[in-house]
C-alpha cells in the first residue's frame, strides 16, 4: 500500500515522503538533514528505502538540504533543467548535487521510477521553474502542487484525474492586504507568480475535483498571513456553496510547517 508523511509544509522548509513497503520518494527537502534523520526514526522509517527525490523548484526551502541527502545517501534527484540550474546558483544549498546523481525531467513526459510513474507538469511561480508531480503508484493517483501562482488548464486536469491531492492554500487575502509584509511583498504573493490563497485554492477544488477524489491536504500555509482552522474553514465553506462537504465526499487535513503529519494510508 502507498503511503504519505509531511515532514514540513511551509516556508521554514518542506518535504513529503511517498512510500511503500520496497521503495521510497521524497519531494524536496527544505528542511535540515539532522531534523529528517530525526523524524525517520521518530516513525521507525528506514532511509536506506529512499530510492528517488524529485524537486518541484529551486528556492531554499524546498532544497536546502538536496544536496547534502544526495551526496551522504547517493540518491538521484530528479529536476528539470532550468531547476537543476537554479539550485547551482541558490547559495542556500551549501553542498551541491553531484553530477552523477542530478537527472532531468521533462514536463508533460511520463517517467518511471521504481513502483512510481511520474508526470512533471508547469506550476506558475516566480522561481527559475516550478513543476507539480502527478504520481501514479499501488493503484491510486498523488497530485502535488505548491508555490501556485494560479492554477492553470492543466493543472485544473490533474485535479479532476486525483485519487488524493496535496496543494497550495498560502494566505487569507484579508490577513495578507492588512498585514505587516512591505507592499511590494504583498504585490509579490497575490501575483499570478506568486501563491495561492485559501479561496482561490478552494475554488480550483470545487470546480475540478471529481467523485475519485478521496483526501485533499493543505499545504505551505503562510506563518503570517494565515491560520490552519482559517484556512480550513475558507475551503470547507466555499466547498459548501457548491454542495461539497469535507468530511464526506472527501478527507480534508491542513499539514504542519513545522512538524510531521503523521503517515496517512492512500488506498485504491
Known sequence: MLKFLSFGSGSSGNCYYLFTEQDGLIIDIGIGLRQLKKYFQDYGLNMGKVKHVLVTHDHADHVKSIGSFSCDYHVP?????????????????????????????EKGRTLQLGAFTITAFGVPHDSHDN??????????????????????????????????????????????????YPQFLKERVASDIGHLSNIDCAEA?????????????????????????????????????????????????????????GVFELKP
Not at 529536476?79 to 546523481?101: R, S
Not at 493503484?139 to 491531492?165: N, P, Q, W
Open 77 to 105: 534527484v530528479y529536476a528539470t533543467e532550468a531547476v537543476h540550474k537554479g539550485i547551482d546558483l541558490n547559495d542556500c544549498v551549501g553542498k551541491k548535487i553531484m553530477p552523477i546523481d542530478r537527472h532531468v525531467v
Open 131 to 180: 513543476v507539480g508531480y502527478c504520481i501514479d503508484a499501488e493503484g491510486v493517483r498523488f497530485c502535488l502542487m505548491t508555490d501556485v501562482g494560479h492554477i492553470t488548464d492543466e493543472m485544473k486536469e490533474y485535479i479532476g484525474s486525483a485519487d488524493y491531492l496535496v496543494i497550495e492554500a498560502n494566505h487569507d487575502k484579508e490577513m495578507l492586504m492588512n498585514g505587516r
Open 205 to 261: 477544488i470545487a470546480q475540478n475535483a471529481t467523485p475519485k477524489l478521496k483526501h485533499v491536504w493543505l499545504c505551505h500555509l503562510s506563518h503570517d498571513n494565515n491560520h490552519p482552522e482559517l484556512a480550513r474553514k475558507t475551503v470547507e465553506m466555499t466547498l459548501s456553496g457548491y454542495g461539497i462537504i469535507p468530511g464526506k465526499d472527501f478527507m480534508l487535513d491542513v499539514l504542519k510547517r513545522k512538524s510531521p503529519t
